[in-house]
């Protein structure tokens, strides 16, 4: 249970068991192995939307056709957000952290069903190349944009089919592993872990596997209707037979509003652990945070109209998601509260994982404002299908989630691998990522309420200083995302030996070795009292 | 093992929900065909739920389950049911 | 040894049932998710959703929710047999319950044939021809009944394993998980059918 490296142990990296080579990985139910080869498959297609963004962003930097058409544009922006969306950010960092830290925190071996696991990622893989191959077969990629808005993706002559197939496996998998990780939650816990001493990192993964859980199956079976639609003509959302295309966007934001918060909440778990352990200070407000996590997964299955506030829904019902978007903001903004309220006062070590744990403060911040914006009825009409929704989702997303992504990478790659990386090149990177990112979106808020429309290849020349500036952002952010990738990777080959704890973190995976043994912990621990205990540290000091 | 209990019920509540339940749809025909108007639909689902609560609470031992497991069926369908009532709020007051 | 050595791992009853449970509710939404088009639907064509329905035979319908009820009894007495050590009662409650699903698939399958015949079916010239809200009931006549079939097939298909392994003896008193949660999945698939019968059929 001490973190003695002078005792040898084997880590999971180096632990044989029936299956050799490659298939120690591929048919491996240890949750920190498919925690990993996630990460692996995650990173390798967040690499590849990337790419997509910087050559559309290359296309906008003038007017006119630059570097492609617009039916290629049509088919970019599409493939770019369903990699981004339901490869990368919905399952990203549940199926990383969540996968490799969930047992670790709460003090399990593994979680409540290892088969189940890889039988997730399994589909996950499948799901994911399929989006692929629907770029490369039948009449074309989708062009229709990851929404899939009737009635154009039932009447797109594109391969709509194969991306709609292709969505509804991935949210299986996203379904599958909620499933696990809720029954981890409730039957895993180490003794003496009650609900109340667990992690917050936990508590978000559990919220969150709740949403993934309820919400999916509603695309689930939306994504069949469309598919019987093109097929079939079955006529729900079709108004020549008496259907309606504006049911379809009620079906579709029922869950892709909770997704969101899929994609929002363990990013606000991860970063709650980072800030104790950086402050060296226990959590301000923890059960505050715990509820919040719920309240946040509640809330939000209310408030998917927002999406539609143009497209002729009754008024009464545009107030009530108005009201219940302002109040989804709150618990948000109780743990902005309680996130800064954790630093103040504290021991401050500006290492990567804080800078990007606070630069997601920052960005999230701004994303949440603009998302109130979009929230009130009267502003939402000039704003909406304008770039400057693009902006808000990048920054809650990208800025939010993408930064808290960064912030867990930097944070727990000691631990997952053993070795360091190079902590001035990661804090340079930071800073170059973090500028290109705000040079990238915040021209997009400005032009975006001057009435620069989303989803279009070419723009009036009044918006082409924005867009100017917003590729340039894009070139620089890129930069910094690749030298960020380069430390890593040099890191996972090269870098120096970890230590169990080098950043004096208090919760259960710092008292195991760099990387884990495969069981996780010698004997289960036993808890007593609430987690982000310094006292310990503060003996030691 | 706690919280299941192992012996499940005796095959003679079984049989007695099975009573019932035949019971409830016959009684959900017959009533469909008088003509109650806006009520016929109410009073059908009515049934329909009654029985749905009874297929869960004792074919699927709902009933000696854990207080959690009881929450969260409780609490799925009233989650479904929120959802429901607000898509309405758009249908019906247009 | 390490746990993940053990191919054969016994997940903990209480684990396993709460895993089903949750996947319970997933069914739930997916069927939920029709049952709302159904509701809007309904809401804006009452009328032709009655006319629609009288084309239903009431008859067969009722007649599969007594199988499907008349099956889920058979199914949890099987499973407090094997709780009671008698997989002789189980293996042949089992096989009455897997003989109600056929006749209930057997049905459907009249009842499609019927319906494909008259030209009812997505897409058909027929259904065009119908007020749209007839064509929209059918729609999700099909959709439903379907998707649900469909649940039925993977019911029988989990109802089997569990007949041959209680035959085999690997389901037995002391383990038995695999059985009960197929039971529970059973469940299921008789509780959608609860709802499905109402809207479908007793809509006049």
Redesign the interface.
């Known amino acids: 249970m001490a973190a003695d490296e002078k005792e040898p142990y084997t880590s999971f990296l180096e632990h044989k068991g029936s299956h050799h080579g490659i298939w120690s990985w591929l048919m491996s139910t240890d949750h920190k192995k498919i925690g990993l080869m996630y990460f692996y498959v995650i990173a390798a297609f967040f690499f590849i939307g990337a790419t997509l963004g910087v050559l559309m962003r290359t296309e906008l930097i003038a007017q006119g056709e630059t570097i492609m058409g617009p039916q290629t544009y049509n088919g970019f922006f599409t493939v770019h957000g369903i990699i981004m969306i339901f490869i990368i950010v919905i399952p990203g960092l549940s199926v990383i952290f969540g996968n490799f830290f969930l047992p670790i925190l709460i003090g399990a071996r593994d979680v409540a069903f290892p088969k189940l696991n890889l039988l997730s990622f399994y589909l996950f893989v499948t799901g994911a190349l399929l989006a692929v191959i629907s770029q490369f077969t039948g009449d074309g990629p989708p062009d229709t944009g990851w929404s899939f808005y009737v009635p154009y993706s039932v009447k797109s002559a594109t391969n709509v089919i194969f991306a709609l197939t292709a969505a509804f496996i991935l949210g299986f998998s996203s379904i599958l592993t909620g499933l696990n990780f809720i029954v981890t939650t409730h039957r895993m816990r180490a003794p003496g872990m009650t609900f109340f001493r667990m992690p917050l990192f936990p508590w978000s993964i559990y919220a969150t596997a709740w949403i993934q859980v309820l919400a999916t199956p509603i695309i689930g079976i939306t994504l069949l209707m469309v598919i019987a639609e093109r097929v079939f003509n079955i006529g729900f959302f079709d108004p020549a037979l008496g259907g309606d295309p504006v049911l379809y966007q009620h079906l579709f934001w029922i869950y892709s509003h909770p997704a969101v918060y899929i994609m929002i909440l363990p990013a606000m778990g991860v970063v709650t652990e980072i800030f104790p352990t950086f402050s060296q200070k226990p959590v301000f407000g923890y059960v505050a945070i715990a509820i919040s996590s719920l309240a946040i997964a509640f809330i939000g299955y209310f408030v998917w109209g927002h999406h539609m506030f143009t497209s002729g829904t009754s008024y009464l019902s545009r107030l009530f998601f108005s009201l219940l978007t302002f109040l989804v903001a709150v618990p948000s903004a109780i743990k902005v509260f309680n996130w800064l309220s954790t630093m103040y006062g504290g021991s401050i070590d500006l290492k990567p994982p804080l800078l990007y744990a606070i630069g997601f403060i920052f960005l999230f911040a701004i994303g949440g404002f603009t998302g109130l914006i979009q929230g009130a009825l009267a502003t939402n009409i000039q704003v909406h299908d304008t770039s400057f929704v693009v902006a808000h989702f990048h920054y809650i997303i990208f800025g939010g989630m993408g930064f808290a992504a960064f912030a867990g990478i930097h944070y727990w790659f000691p631990k997952m691998f053993g070795k360091m990386y190079n902590i001035k090149i990661a804090n340079i990177a930071f800073a170059i990522i973090f500028t290109g990112f705000n040079f990238l979106y915040f021209p997009q808020l400005i032009i975006g309420i001057q009435g620069m429309p989303r989803r279009y290849f070419d723009y009036l020349p009044q918006f082409t200083p924005g867009q100017v500036v917003s590729s340039i952002g894009a070139y620089i952010l890129v930069t910094g995302l690749l030298m960020m990738l380069i430390n890593l990777l040099y890191a996972g080959r090269k870098g120096a030996k970890a230590s169990a704890n080098p950043w004096h973190g208090v919760t259960l995976e710092w008292k195991i070795p760099s990387p884990p043994p495969v069981e996780n912990f010698d004997t289960l621990p036993e808890i007593t009292g609430r987690p982000y205990n310094f006292d310990e540290n503060l003996k030691n000091n | 093992?706690?919280?299941?209990d192992?012996?499940?019920?005796?095959?003679a509540v079984?049989?007695i929900?099975?009573v019932v339940?035949?019971v409830l749809?016959t009684l959900?025909?017959v009533i469909?065909?008088v003509?109650l108007g806006a009520f016929?639909?109410g009073f059908?689902?009515l049934?329909?739920v009654i029985?749905?609560g009874a297929?869960?609470s004792?074919?699927?031992h709902l009933r000696s389950e854990n207080r959690?497991?009881k929450l969260?069926?409780a609490g799925?369908?009233t989650?479904?049911g929120?959802?429901?009532v607000?898509?309405?709020?758009?249908?019906?007051?247009? | 040894m390490s746990k993940h050595d053990v191919h054969m791992e016994h997940i903990d009853r209480d684990t396993g049932k709460l895993g089903m449970w949750i996947f319970l509710f997933t069914e739930m939404f997916l069927f939920g998710g029709l049952f709302l088009v159904y509701a809007v639907f309904r809401n804006g064509h009452s009328e032709d959703f009655h006319a629609a329905a009288d084309d239903l035979n009431t008859f067969i319908g009722t007649m599969n929710t007594v199988f499907l009820l008349t099956s889920s009894l058979t199914v949890a007495m099987a499973i407090s047999a094997v709780q009671k050590n008698d997989n002789v009662l189980a293996f042949r409650l089992v096989i009455i319950t897997l003989l109600l699903a056929t006749l209930f698939m057997a049905d459907k399958y009249i009842e499609w044939s019927h319906e494909f015949r008259s030209g009812i079916y997505p897409g058909s010239q027929v259904l065009k021809n119908m007020p749209h809200g007839e064509l929209l009931f059918f729609g999700l006549y099909f959709m439903m009944t379907g998707l649900h079939a469909l649940h039925v097939f993977i019911g029988m298909i989990l109802l089997t394993v569990s007949l041959i392994k209680i035959r085999k003896g690997n389901i037995n008193y002391e383990h038995y998980l695999l059985f009960e949660n197929s039971g529970l999945y059973w469940h299921l698939v008789d509780l959608i059918w609860i709802f499905l019968f109402p809207l479908l059929y007793l809509v006049t």
């Open positions: 093992m706690k919280n299941t192992t012996h499940g019920s005796g095959y079984y049989a929900v099975l339940l035949l749809t959900s025909v469909t065909s003509h016929t639909v059908a689902l049934i329909a029985k749905v297929v869960i004792f074919f699927m959690f497991l969260a069926v799925v369908f989650l479904y929120l959802v429901v607000i898509t309405f709020i758009d249908y019906l007051f247009r």
